[in-house]
Every structure is written in C-alpha cells, then in structure tokens.
C-alpha cells in the first residue's frame, strides 16, 4: 500500500509534460494518463473541456482545485474561442498567480462589471463555477441562446446565473425512467461528485433575502431549478419528435404529443367493423 501511495507522488523538481519548461503541478483527473502540467497548459488543453476535475500538488499530497481556481474563462460564441470584441481580457488568466495555487473564492452574484459573468453550471461530472465570457460580435449578446448553442439549459431566461448541460438532462432522465431515482437523490449525488466528504459546502446558489432591513445571503441547492428545467426540458424534446420543434404555424393540440399505443383498442387499427356486435366485446 505505501509503495502504491508513493507512486502517486512527483519527483521533484517535476516539468510540465506539455511545455517542458515551467514546473508541473497540476493534473487532471478526468484525462487519460493524468501528467502533470503548468497553469497555463492545463488552461490551454481544457480550453473545450470545462468540465473537467483537477488536483494540484501542494509538496505534501493532491489538493482539489477547478479551472476557475486557476484563471480560466469559458469562452461562448467562437466554439470554444475568444470573440474578437472582447479584446482587453486575451489571456486573463495572466492575472493569477503563476505558481498554480488558486484565486480567493469570487463573489457569484455579480460581475463586478467586469466582460464576462460568473454562472454555476451542472454536468454529470458535478457542480462547477465559471467564468463564462460571451460573443459580442451582433450587439448585446442573446446570453441564454448562447449558452443553447453550447448545449447549456439556462436555469433562467432574463437574469441568467446558472445552467444544467444537455448531458446532464439526459443523465437524469435515464436514471429517472431506468433507475427511479428520484430528484433529490440525483442532485445529492452531482453534490458528492463535486465535494464527497463536504457535499453541504458545494455552493451552488445564492439566494439573497431581507430581514428587518438587513441584507442576508444563504446558500441553497439547485433541485428546483432542476425539477423545472428537467420538465421543460422533456417538453422541448417531445415536441421535436413529434415535429413541433422547428419555427412552425401549427401548435400541438389535444393528444398530438401523445405516444400511439399498439396495445389500446382502436377502432379501425386493431379491432373488427362490427366489435360492436361481439358477444364477447
């Protein structure tokens, strides 16, 4: 066992694998292999793959980290790339330490004016904060059409903070009809995914309210967000199959989102002219 721990364990001094010329501290637990890499090519190789979990050598043992501890923005509009409007923050990450070791913990509820909002969102790897910057590149971007087109659920269409990726939907949804799992369970579960021995420090939500004219904030889960972006979600798909999807003049009406049943009586489809007459009807 201590032989197994101890090859878990960098040499020191240890080179990024990928540049060969900074120190190599961080290491990705979702890639295949798990070298270990500088700040800047960890952000670089996971430029379109957000959601992914990271571990960072502290000396001593691996620390959890996440991209957004080390600078990174996620980029919408340009698959993955920078919009060429947003010119003053190329390389934000530059900002951060160069060392790898992460940034003070943000505030989630506003930008701070800054170019680019910071949204929660949820895959089935767990629950992960980021800097989301958009396209500008057509006015004032369409923030929840962006994120559509990235395969992001926005949990909200006029103040959009949070999101649930279209894997995540389906995830649910398989787990729902196969394993019966119920909402609260699957979330509980993304929770301990994110954080297994604290899954009550996962913050996920803010939600402000007033006592007595004192501002307070608490944190919550996401399990109704959930619930109704699940729903809407199912809805949606139910009304592409059923050709209802697309820009169309027709509105599903009475039974038209229904699933035809082989097994149901229908008259003139599985039943005789006259079962009317059977004795046996």
């Not at 430029?47 to 979990?53: A, E, G, S, V």
């Not at 043992?61 to 947003?86: A, E, K, M, R, Y």
């Not at 394993?179 to 994110?194: D, G, H, V």
């Not at 097994?263 to 039943?271: D, Y």
Request: contains cysteine; glycine residues 8%.
């Amino acid at each position: 066992m201590h032989a197994l721990l101890d090859l878990d364990a960098p040499k020191e001094p240890h080179v990024c694998r990928s540049c060969g010329v900074m120190e190599g501290l961080i290491r990705c637990k979702d890639c295949f292999g798990q070298h270990l890499l500088c700040r800047n090519c960890i952000i670089t190789s996971h430029n379109l793959l957000p959601f992914h979990r990271l571990e960072r050598w502290d000396g001593c043992c691996f620390q959890s980290t996440s991209l957004f501890d080390q600078g990174f923005i996620l980029n919408v509009g340009h698959g993955g790339g920078q919009c060429p409007l947003n010119e003053s923050y190329t390389g934000a990450w530059q900002d951060f330490p160069d060392d790898g070791s992460p940034v003070d913990e943000p505030n989630i509820m506003e930008d701070d004016g800054r170019s680019f909002d910071v949204l929660v969102l949820t895959d089935i790897a767990g629950i992960f904060t980021h800097r989301v910057s958009w396209c500008r590149c057509n006015g004032p971007p369409e923030k929840p059409m962006e994120l559509f087109r990235q395969q992001i659920f926005p949990a909200s269409f006029n103040r959009v903070k949070s999101g649930f990726t279209f894997r995540v939907l389906d995830h649910f949804y398989m787990d729902a009809m196969e394993c019966k799992t119920a909402a609260t369970s699957f979330f509980q579960k993304l929770r301990r995914l994110t954080n297994n021995c604290f899954p009550k420090k996962v913050h996920v939500s803010p939600k402000v309210f007033t006592i007595q004219s004192v501002l307070l904030t608490q944190w919550q889960n996401r399990y109704r967000e959930l619930m109704r972006v699940s729903r809407q979600w199912r809805d949606l798909l139910a009304r592409k199959r059923f050709g209802y999807g697309h820009d169309t003049d027709k509105k599903p009406g009475n039974g038209d989102l229904a699933l035809f049943c082989p097994a149901c009586p229908q008259p003139g489809v599985n039943l005789p002219d006259d079962w009317k007459n059977e004795p046996d009807q």
